[in-house]
């Protein structure tokens, strides 16, 4: 049950941040739930693709509010789209290839140089 409040109040932060939050979701599977680092990632990358899907549905007719133009930038989702998808198929054989430690400690690597540009971030703009 505290899982399931941590997980949802994690991604509740997120979604209200405009992030896919898939990094801070792992911990809690991690540490709460006991799945392991491949389980956890698999299901964080679930997670953010039903956000983001959700998220399309609903801004999808949405106009932009300065601009005569839709909410979605089309040409930066062309742009990003295959270095996201490069980016995950070398992510998926290195979660295959490297032990659960290495993968772990990788995360909270990542994890605290985000969480350091975030504050950094928020520093500035408060």
């Keep these: 049950m505290i899982g399931t409040i941590a997980l949802f109040l994690v991604i509740l932060l997120s979604a209200a ?3 896919g939050g898939g990094g801070n979701i792992i911990p809690v599977l991690l540490i709460l739930y006991r ?8 299901l964080s990358n679930f997670n953010i693709f039903i956000s983001s899907l959700l998220r ?3 801004n999808f007719n949405v106009r932009h509010p300065l601009k005569e133009a839709v909410l979605i930038d089309y040409e ?7 270095t996201t998808l490069m ?7 290195f979660n295959q290839i490297l032990p659960d430690v290495v993968i772990l400690i990788l995360l909270t690597i990542v994890l605290i140089f985000m969480g350091y540009k975030t504050l950094k971030q928020s520093i500035t703009l408060y």
């Design 56 to 58: 399309y549905i609903i």
């Design 76 to 82: 930066i989702v062309m742009l990003m789209m295959p």
């Design 35 to 42: 799945f392991s680092s491949s389980l956890s990632i698999a």
């Design 87 to 93: 980016g995950s198929i070398v992510g998926m054989q």
């Design 17 to 19: 941040a405009g992030i």
